[in-house]
């Protein structure tokens, strides 16, 4: 069993930077892969980035790639999402998860993967 807690969201103005934390409270083996998800309103919730908990290997959504950095601390068992150049369409709760990954499906790209999520951070990008 694992639980996730998110902070570090908030408001800032197109081009700006924030950055998101999730601290992992529980069991992280070395199967654990952890994710980013957001959610805009009326829409549904997509793949941000991932790393995985054991060497830390990462992977991102196009949209974010080269704009978002996603990191882990091992020992104090967080882990980072960077967001920098934000835009007005990065607006959404953002979501941490954790999952397993026992075999190769589903991908950790995807929101079945993932068994356990945080409660999520309000993001809001203003022009």
């Known amino acids: 069993q694992v639980q996730l807690e998110e902070t570090g969201g908030g408001d800032v103005q197109a081009g700006g930077s924030l950055r998101l934390s999730c601290v992992a409270y529980g069991q992280m083996d070395s199967t654990i892969v952890m994710g980013w998800f957001r959610q805009a309103p009326g829409k549904e919730r997509e793949f941000v980035a991932g790393?995985?908990?054991?060497?830390?290997?990462?992977f991102y959504a196009d949209s974010v790639q080269g704009r978002f950095s996603i990191s882990r601390d091992y020992l104090n068992r967080r882990t980072y999402l960077e967001m920098n150049s934000l835009k007005p369409e990065d607006t959404a709760t953002y979501f941490c998860?954790?999952?397993?990954?026992?075999?190769?499906?589903?991908?950790?790209?995807?929101?079945?993967?993932?068994?356990?999520w945080g409660q999520g951070t309000q993001v809001t990008v203003s022009s």
């Open positions: 998860a954790a999952g397993h990954e026992r075999s190769r499906l589903p991908s950790p790209r995807a929101l079945e993967f993932y068994t356990y």
């Open positions: 790393i995985r908990w054991s060497g830390g290997v990462t």
